[in-house]
Every structure is written in C-alpha cells, then in structure tokens.
Nanobody, 124 residues
Framework: QVQLVESGGGLVQAGGSPRLSCAAS????????MGWFRQAPGKEREFVGA????????DYADFVKGRFTISRDNAKNTVYLQMTSLKPEDTAVYYC?????????????????WGQGTQVTVSS
C-alpha cells in the first residue's frame, strides 16, 4: 500500500513558479513510476507528466513542455512538479499518482495509487 500526499498548491499570479510536492509512504517508492495529472472544473482529468523509477526518464504533455519539470528524490520518497510561467488555464486540482509501468504513463487507469490532490489557482 502506498499513500500519497500532495502539497504546495494555492493561489498564484500568472507567470508564477510554484513547486508541488508529493510525499509517499512506504518503502517501495522507487518501485513506482510517478505521474502528475490535473483536473480543471468541468473537464476530464488529464496527464501532465511522469517520471520513471529512478528519474532517468521524464515525459510531459505538450501543453506543459518547457514550463513544468518533474523530479524525484527516492531517499525522501518524494516527487516534485516544478511549475513555471503559469497561465490562468493551468488552474486545476493537481494529483500525483503511482504506477508500475512507464509504458502506460499516459493513462490514469494504469495508476494504482492517487493522492487527494492540491488546488492550484492562477490569477491573471
């Protein structure tokens, strides 16, 4: 069992650069691919990015490429989402999730464990 807890959200001005954190419980954190998803009001949850087990590979949705960076610290059981150049359309609840497979990283059904989400609101 893995429990995930996100933090770092809040109200941010457009152009801001907050960093979200996701702390995981358990001793098997490095066994999981970690993903970030988001869900805006009235919209479906969408893939933001993912990082492989040791952090050697990352992948991002086109709408965040060059603006968001995912990293992980397996010694701290934590994955991060560094966000830059935020836009009002980035407003959403951001979730971290854990999956076994990197090949399935785009699909929320591939993720076994989810955090409760953290709200990021970008003001213009």
């Amino acid at each position: 069992q893995v429990q995930l807890v996100e933090s770092g959200g809040g109200l941010v001005q457009a152009g801001g650069s907050p960093r979200l954190s996701c702390a995981a419980s358990g001793r098997t954190f490095s066994s999981y691919v970690m993903g970030w998803f988001r869900q805006a009001p009235g919209k479906e949850r969408e893939f933001v990015g993912a990082i492989s087990w040791r952090g050697r590979s990352t992948d991002y949705a086109d709408f965040v490429k060059g603006r968001f960076t995912i990293s992980r610290d397996n010694a701290k059981n934590t994955v991060y989402l560094q966000m830059t150049s935020l836009k009002p359309e980035d407003t959403a609840v951001y979730y971290c999730a854990a999956a076994r497979s990197y090949s399935g990283r785009y699909y929320d059904t591939e993720y076994e464990y989810w955090g409760q989400g953290t709200q990021v609101t970008v003001s213009s």
